[in-house]
């Protein structure tokens, strides 16, 4: 494929087929150039997320609580009311393990940096993955256009060389 687009002094290459080989040497750089802001992006992200954790109410911890209804006694002993967090399905002496926050109100789980780093690296995966789609979309289309010139110039020689090579009629 390579062999294709390299630029030569074929005599047989066609200009068609010279700018084939540029659309694809500009869209290369592009993608490469694409994985600068994909990078940025993916830490962007991940230094936004650090900085939400690190925003986020102090005090949480994990208990285990039981949930007859919507309220429910904290580790303290205090009675708490707030969203059930039971199922249909449940038993009415359901247990579940949650983060309360100081004011013993269900709390978001604190999210691992592993599991912030794994986030920021799909996202920047996908920034990068979308950009490449659609330059590949734009390579598509190129081709598209150029192949439609080729086959119109090749019926133009062809006619050209029909007239050219044909017999006359003999009478």
């Known amino acids: 494929m390579v062999r294709l687009y390299r630029p030569d002094r074929n005599p047989l290459r066609r200009p068609s087929d010279r700018g ?16 600068w802001p994909a990078v940025w992006i993916a830490s962007a992200m991940y230094d936004s997320e650090v900085q939400a954790e690190a925003a986020a109410p102090p005090g949480r911890e994990l208990v285990v ?26 038993p009415a002496d359901a247990v579940r393990q949650v983060w309360i926050d100081r004011l013993h109100q269900i709390a978001p789980r604190p999210r691992d940096p592993e599991e912030l780093a794994l986030a920021a690296a799909v996202t920047g995966l996908g920034t990068a993955l979308t950009a490449t789609g659609l330059l590949a979309v734009v390579y598509m289309w190129a081709r598209s256009f150029l192949d439609r010139r080729r086959l119109t110039r090749w019926d133009a020689d062809w006619l050209t060389a029909d007239r050219r090579w044909r017999r006359p009629r003999q009478t």
């Open 65 to 90: 609580i039981r949930f007859a209804s919507d309220q429910w006694r904290s580790p303290d002993g205090a009675v708490v009311t707030g969203r059930s967090l039971t199922r249909p399905a449940d």
């Open 20 to 35: 084939e080989a540029a659309v694809v040497a500009v869209l290369v750089s592009l993608a490469l150039l694409s994985l």
